[in-house]
Structure formats: C-alpha cells, structure tokens
T-cell receptor, first 113, second 112 residues
Framework: KQEVTQIPAALSVPEGENLVLNCSFT??????LQWFRQDPGKGLTSLLLIQSSQREQTSGRLNASLDKSSGRSTLYIAASQPGDSATYLC????????????FGAGTRLFVKA | DAGVTQSPTHLIKTRGQQVTLRCSPKSGHDTVSWYQQALGQGPQFIFQYYEEEERQRGNFPDRFSGHQFPNYSSELNVNALLLGDSALYLC???????????FGPGTRLTVL
C-alpha cells in the first residue's frame, strides 16, 4: 500500500529565506508526482507536475525534483515571501486503467515578514 | 474560462441522512476525481470517473457512490451519513486521468 510522507509537518522561516520541503513515497511504481498549495479552508492549487520520465520541473521561484528509485521528491522555494504561507501537499499518481492520487498530509509553511 | 465549480458550498446533515454533492469540471476536461479531506489531513482519494464510468476507487465503503454525466459533470452521493463523514469534499478535473488536476473550492459537509 502506497504511503506518502511529508517532512517537516510545519515550518516557520523569515522572509527571503530559501527553503526545501520533502516528500517521500514507499512504492516507486508511480506515474506522476504533483505538488499543490492549499490556503486555509480552500481548494488546492496545482504548482508543479513531474512526469515519471522527468527529473525536475521549474516555475518561477519554485523547483521540484523527483527521484523515483529512492522514492523522494523535493520542492525548493527561493526567496520566500509572506504570500507563500500555506500548506504544501505532494501527491503521487498510481494505478492501471484509471489512476489513484495518494496525498501526503502536507507541510504547513509560515513565512514571517 | 470557468474553473472547477462545486455546489453547495456548505451543507449540514444529521446522521443517517443522504447527501448529494455536485461538481462541474473545467472546460475541456473529461476526467473527474473526488476526495475527502478531514481537518489537518491530506485529501483521501474516493474515486475517479472517466467516460461516465468509475475507473478507480479508493478505500471507501459502498455508502459512497458517484455518477458522471455526458457533459462530464459529476455527483458524489453518500448514504447513511456518519459523524465521521464530516469533512471537506473536493472535486478535481483533468484532461485524461494522468494530467494536471485542477481542484474546485470544495463542499464543507457537517454531520450532526
């Protein structure tokens, strides 16, 4: 059974700091991995999707990497801003015929001004 | 371009009742997935619909059922509600099941 773990569970950093969020998964037979952001009481916003054949994806100040063999992904946020404060979730896609998305519990990030 | 929409926004029910939640996918999307998110946890996959059929299902009892219509919109039905069914229910759509998922704002269900 696939399990997705995110470390740390919570993180507080000063504005301007570069930071790394970690995601690990137990079964490397995944198709894609996706990072999301969720603001309190809201739906999820897609940040980056990494296909299984890719090693990383970049969008603005965000960079996500994927190492399937070791079951790990990282989300790097450069020059953090107070507006980055949110919960960050990673999810893996697995299955055949149709696909399940398995989420981690998330990392709650607070960026202090 | 309208994104994923869900209705209602909030809902209060009592134990034993039945509820229907609705989702309209993003324009051009053909796949809809449903999730349950308890407070402080990540979303849990309920099931995925494509071409009006359930293609994958998570570890949820048969009390949870769904439907997809020819226009790709979808419904989630929950029968015999339990207190533990209180959660945020999220709908996500994509073009094909492996593509980027776009989430709606969710329906907050409270069971008393």
């Amino acid at each position: 059974k696939q399990e997705v773990t995110q470390i740390p569970a919570a993180l507080s950093v000063p504005e301007g700091e570069n930071l790394v969020l970690n995601c690990s998964f137990t079964d490397s037979a995944i198709y894609n991995l996706q990072w999301f952001r969720q603001d309190p009481g809201k739906g999820l916003t897609s940040l980056l999707l990494i296909q299984s054949s890719q090693r990383e994806q970049t969008s603005g100040r965000l960079n996500a990497s994927l190492d399937k063999s070791s079951g790990r992904s990282t989300l790097y946020i450069a020059a953090s801003q107070p507006g980055d404060s949110a919960t960050y979730l990673c999810a893996v896609y697995e299955g055949t015929g149709g696909f399940k998305t398995i989420f981690g519990a998330g990392t709650r990030l607070f960026v202090k001004a | 371009d309208a994104g994923v929409t869900q209705s209602p926004t909030h809902l209060i029910k009592t134990r034993g009742q039945q509820v229907t939640l609705r989702c309209s996918p993003k324009s051009g999307h053909d796949t809809v997935s449903w999730y349950q998110q308890a407070l402080g946890q990540g979303p849990q996959f309920i099931f995925q619909y494509y071409e009006e059929e359930e293609r994958q299902r998570g570890n949820f009892p048969d009390r949870f059922s769904g439907h997809q219509f020819p226009n790709y919109s979808s419904e989630l039905n929950v029968n015999a509600l339990l207190l533990g069914d209180s959660a945020l229910y999220l709908c996500a759509s994509s073009l094909l099941s492996l593509d980027t998922q776009y989430f709606g704002p969710g329906t907050r269900l409270t069971v008393l």
